[in-house]
């Protein structure tokens, strides 16, 4: 007999068809239509069987372009089945750093849909199908690729299922391998902290070429649940689909929450919780939650942990704003300076350890792991209790005219100043003092009434010295602070709505 430990033997599809075939599997909320799992488990086999007329070897690579639709879970699981590492590419990128990441990940195959065709045949040095044409991935789980079966591929727990890019907000993207072992620790972790009924339905509305997106998929066909996907976000539309389709649970980045609630939205009594990651949970929007009954649970995690690190139940969340409460069973979170573990409180880099942890970059790049685990790059600290606190980039800290600003503090005091909607503070290159703050504001302010009110909430050195007014931040398709992109917009040469002195 083999080892339980060793489990899963198969993709999770197979495991799930034979415990509870006509349970709910995903619903298609664009088309209204319903999977069983019978029907997932049918179309699953059918792709998973044309993946290997078109594929040779045992260990080959798919990569993918799609946006988010049902097509992308059967993908993942077809993938697992035939024994294939599943390599999503992202959607919003250009041709040039398509085929970068395409030649990093080396596929074999490349799956698109219609209108990402063009992209893909730019983009890729491999053969390329469509969703729409070639595997005619059909709704209710119907395939008109049908011509043969494939015996499932037996899983080990180290072999890589996934590659997926890093957002690149302070670098450029890394592929993060991510293992079966790392995928279903995720969701047996995800479900100790959230817990499971039988009813749970989980809303997709995020990009499934991110963990965010992916993960529901996962952790439902483990669970027994249900995925309901919607192909985009929209605030009105998607708490149509929340109410109608009676989701327990959904996973939103800041902005989308904000709309949703800017919206009028009022969640129903079916909704459990909140998974909001992606980002920093301000204050302001975890009261907003409070007021209006939103079971949120502000989250901390990242690609190469396959997802949480720590998540904050609604009790924690709203007795204790900013926290992204405590570590997920199984993760070991230490906070590290100067190389030993810190003391509750105080601050250092946040270092992870545990099952869901990658086991390396495409590139084999180590340096991030070391005596600890992973290194996030993250600065923060724990308190007496367990409860991590995350207060930003350790290559976020500016050092400015020898002294040490933390970009999380400025960017909090700044959010404090009424008619501030958001803000993100960088350092910049500066001749006199090295590096400068310097702060993109958001909001209906003037950077006078910005920096008036940062010289009496901040340190005279932490005030910004360059501060610029726009519409919005800019931001990854995953919802955080494109930094880089911060950075750019603030050096950039044209001063129309931007103050700077000092």
Known sequence: MRDPLDWPTADLVTHRVDATPERTAMVDADADETWTYRNLDRAVDAVAAALDRRIDGSNPTVATLLPTRPAVGVLLFAAMRRGATLAPLNVELDAGALRAQSAAVGPDLLVCEASTRSLAEEAAACPVISVDDELSVGSGGESADRESVVTPAELTRDRTQLVLFTSGTTSDPKGVRLTVENLVASAVASAFRLGVTPRDRWLVCLPTYHMGGLAPFVRSALYGAAVVVQRSFDAESTQQVLADHGVTGVSLVPTMLSRLLDAGWEPADALRFVL?????????????CRERGVPVCPTYGMTETASQIATARPETA????????????????????????????????????????????????????????????????????????????????????????????VVDAIRALRDVEDAAVVGLPDEEWGQRVAALVVGDVTPEAVRAHCADAVASYEVPKTIRVADALPRTPSGTVDREAVRSRLSAGDDSDADRSG
Not at 276 to 288: D, F, K, M, S, Y
Not at 348 to 354: A, R
């Open 318 to 409: 709203f007795e204790h704003r900013g926290t992204v409460g405590q570590p997920l069973v199984f993760t070991d979170v230490t906070v590290v300076s100067d190389g030993e573990p810190c003391d509750p409180g105080e601050r250092g880099e946040i270092v992870v350890d545990g099952p869901t942890v990658t086991p390396g970059y495409l590139d084999g790049d180590g340096a991030a792991f070391g005596e600890f685990g992973f290194r996030t790059g993250d600065f923060g600290y724990r308190d007496a209790d367990g409860r991590l606190w995350i207060a930003g980039r350790v290559d976020d800290r500016i050092v400015t005219g020898g002294e040490n600003v933390d970009a999380s503090t």
């Open 276 to 288: 909001l990651g992606g980002g920093p949970a301000g204050e302001e929007l975890v009261e907003r």
